[in-house]
């Protein structure tokens, strides 16, 4: 029984100690960084954007707050992501909040008739 054990020992040692095992991992880990990457390059991309058109405008919303702040800024500075962005958001946190204006009359939408 004991023969059995130190085979399957060998074999579990032989394989973590493989090349081709740290290589595949390696791999991995590097994909998921240039992943990581693009996504801290978009959300920069958005981040900067958005703010600008707020900054411009001179007020941003609740709800715009919400998702630039919570859905986009957040999840970019807890991957690492930082600069530029950093300081439109802080440009944007001067800003002041208006409520947001979704008046839709009835009038305005066009019904087709079925």
Known sequence: MESW????????????????????LSKRSERKDIKTEMLIGLAHDRILYLGMIYIERGYITHDEYENLY??????YEKLGGNG???RIMAEVNRLPIRKANYNVYKEDIDYEDE
């Open 5 to 24: 054990l130190q085979i399957t020992i060998t074999i579990f040692s032989s394989v973590l100690a493989s090349s081709g095992l740290w290589a595949y």
């Open 84 to 86: 530029s962005a950093k």
């Open 70 to 75: 919570q859905y986009l800024y957040q999840p």
